[in-house]
């Protein structure tokens, strides 16, 4: 599942979008990892000069997915991610 969209807007813009409207774009591993990936990716692009960075649905970024966190808490490798 895509986290993450990205496209170039023209006039120097990049627009990245996170996606995951269903928990109002909660971070999780996955959702940092296209982030950073996309952010990477616009950073090395000499066209982009501003990344705009928006979330879908109603809500920006509600932070961490607290409940997705709870769920991985006995999984060590989750446990030190965080």
């Known amino acids: 599942m895509t986290t993450v969209l990205s496209h170039y807007l023209g006039d120097g813009v990049q627009k ?4 995951r409207p269903h928990r109002l774009n909660a971070i999780v591993p996955e959702l940092l990892d296209d982030l950073i990936a996309f952010l990477d990716g616009a ?15 109603r809500a920006f970024c ?3 997915d607290l409940k997705e966190f709870n769920a991985q808490i006995s999984d060590e490798k989750a446990t030190t991610a965080y």
């Open 16 to 19: 990245i979008s996170l996606k």
């Open 43 to 57: 950073n090395a692009d000499p066209r982009v000069g501003a990344i705009v960075l928006t979330g879908e649905g």
């Open 62 to 64: 509600a932070g961490d």
